[in-house]
T-cell receptor, first 114, second 114 residues
Framework: AQSVTQPDIHITVSEGASLELRCNYS??????LFWYVQSPGQGLQLLLK??????LVQGIKGFEAEFKRSQSSFNLRKPSVHWSDAAEYFC????????????FGAGTILRVKS | DVKVTQSSRYLVKRTGEKVFLECVQD?????MFWYRQDPGLGLRLIYF???????EKGDIPEGYSVSREKKERFSLILESASTNQTSMYLC?????????????FGPGTRLTVL
């Protein structure tokens, strides 16, 4: 069965520090992978996605993620966190074929200390 | 820009009431989705629709039904609301063709059932 694990429920980092949010997936075929961000009281906004090609993907707001097939991981990184990055982050996996249905992780809440 | 709108941001209903949550997208997307979001559980798919009048159950369809009479509109119906349906409800849409589909989300409806 498809599943996504985000091992960290909460993460706190200092403003200006680097960030890595972990995502591991279980999927029977080549997956599409996504990271979404949700600011308080808002819907989800796409940060970046991976379909094929270069395994290092650049997204909006200075985020990047690296697909590692051997580790079934798609970790999200940012070199320097800003206070406005405080939000909840969701990793998701979906099929390349029919369906477009995504399976989401439970989310990681990021807090930023000033 | 893709726009997905939901009829209400906040809704308070009584146990046993019939509740309608409306979602409209303006990008002519074939696929539309209803998710439920609860803390620590991420997003769980209730129903999705891949065409007008077509629907498929997601992971947690019990207690819900849906309607899609027009391509741009997808409604979630709680036939008889219960307190355990208090949650955040998110609607999304996506194209069904081509590489690189993305789900676009509305702002969410926070439903409280008393």
């Amino acid at each position: 069965a498809q599943s996504v694990t985000q091992p960290d429920i909460h993460i706190t980092v200092s403003e200006g520090a680097s960030l890595e949010l972990r995502c591991n997936y279980s999927y029977g075929a080549t997956p599409y992978l996504f990271w979404y961000v949700q600011s308080p009281g808002q819907g989800l906004q796409l940060l970046l996605k991976y379909f094929s090609g270069d395994t290092l993907v650049q997204g909006i707001k200075g985020f990047e993620a690296e697909f590692k097939r051997s580790q079934s991981s798609f970790n999200l990184r940012k070199p320097s966190v800003h206070w406005s990055d405080a939000a909840e982050y969701f990793c998701a996996v979906g099929p390349m074929e029919y369906g477009n249905k995504l399976v989401f992780g439970a989310g990681t809440i990021l807090r930023v200390k000033s | 820009d893709v726009k997905v709108t939901q009829s209400s941001r906040y809704l308070v209903k009584r146990t046993g009431e019939k509740v309608f949550l409306e979602c409209v997208q303006d990008m002519d997307h074939e696929n539309m989705f209803w998710y439920r979001q609860d803390p620590g559980l991420g997003l769980r798919l209730i129903y999705f629709s891949y065409d007008v009048k077509m629907k498929e159950k997601g992971d947690i369809p019990e207690g819900y039904s849906v309607s899609r009479e027009k391509k741009e509109r997808f409604s979630l119906i709680l036939e008889s609301a219960s307190t355990n349906q208090t949650s955040m409800y998110l609607c999304a849409s996506s194209p069904s063709k081509g590489v690189g589909y993305t789900q676009y989300f509305g702002p969410g409806t926070r439903l409280t059932v008393l």
